[in-house]
């Protein structure tokens, strides 16, 4: 479980800030990581609808003062294809966490009526 956490970059935590504070009515936000390092993240209503836009973050190393890197394979192919984690990224601490069956609908109606539940 625990090298999960290490996809979580500041630049990622940083992109969820920005939709959260740009969508007040976003819930959450819903994150696909792709296995060249970048991610893919929306904004969720608590109605389980997709808010704003796709924001995708790059995983390539970045460098002070310069604009974020461009990850030439997601520029290729978009990377859909190539989704290796999924989920949606609550704000705040656990107390703050919507009830589990909230979630789980939100959940299967962003990604499908698979989705389970990966970090708990
Ligand atoms: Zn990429």
Redesign the pocket.
């Known amino acids: 479980m625990e090298e999960k956490t290490n996809f979580r970059s500041t630049a990622f935590d940083q992109a969820c800030q920005t939709i959260l504070g740009s969508f007040p009515e976003s819930i959450g936000v819903a994150f696909k990581f792709?296995d060249?390092?970048?991610s893919l993240l929306c904004g969720v209503s608590a109605q389980g609808d997709p808010i704003g836009e796709l924001v995708h973050v790059?995983?390539q190393p970045q460098k002070k003062g310069k604009k974020p890197p461009i990850?030439f394979?997601?520029k290729r192919d978009g990377?859909f294809n190539r989704v290796i984690w999924q989920g949606i990224h609550w704000p705040g601490d656990e107390s703050e966490l919507p009830d589990k069956e909230l979630r789980l609908m939100i959940g299967s109606n962003v990604f499908g009526p698979d989705y389970i539940e990966t970090n708990t």
Do not use: E, F
């Open positions: 792709l060249c390092g970048c790059s995983g990850c394979r997601c990377g």
